[in-house]
């Protein structure tokens, strides 16, 4: 039986139905029927402009962000699809922070709808830390669907964890 790292918390049935769609290779063509194509978000500064555009229609009295970026460095297998940092200095007799956001450069090649998801993820920690009701209940404020693109998020990771798809991330979206 093939363990389904990223949907551990879903149940056992919706692992089965999952398991169902890999043995049948379909899993790939359930996702491209619900998410057409990847979204046109390349650079830094278009990520930037994105993310803030989201911030300031929900967020927009929250701490400013100083940097928001694509990260080579983030790996998915360290539970980490973007992070939210907050680095503080003393500067003279104040203490200054700066808040980051920075998204695993993978998601350059998916839908923009599992971007969204994962930029309201971030954006949401900026009010709430904690991986709790109000933190879900903030997400789903910014993001009506959110937990079915999370749900569709690791369908996604579940399939490109596959042995025959590798790093071929956008692939799904351009296969036939």
């Not at 928001?68 to 790996?75: E, G, Q, R, T």
């Not at 709808?113 to 109000?134: G, P, Q, S």
């Amino acid at each position: 039986m093939q363990t389904l790292k990223y949907l551990t918390a879903y149940s056992e049935s919706v692992q089965s139905q999952v398991r169902e769609l890999i043995e049948h290779n379909h899993l790939a063509e359930l996702l491209r029927k619900k998410y057409a194509t990847v979204h046109g978000i390349r650079t830094d500064k278009a990520l930037y402009g994105y993310v803030m555009g989201i911030k300031n229609e929900f967020l927009r009295s929250s701490e400013p962000l100083s940097k928001i970026a694509f990260d080579s460095k983030l790996k998915v297998i360290q539970h980490a699809l973007g992070t939210h940092t907050t680095v503080s200095r003393v500067q003279g007799s104040r203490l200054k922070s700066k808040r980051e956001i920075r998204i695993a450069s993978l998601f350059k090649e998916v839908p923009l709808e599992l971007l969204r998801m994962i930029t309201v993820h971030e954006l949401a920690h900026i009010k709430e830390k904690a991986h709790d009701k109000a933190f879900y209940q903030l997400c789903t404020l910014m993001e009506p669907n959110y937990h079915q693109l999370e749900f569709d998020l690791r369908l996604y990771l579940t399939w490109q964890d596959l042995p025959a798809n590798g790093d071929v991330a956008e692939s799904i979206w351009r296969s036939p």
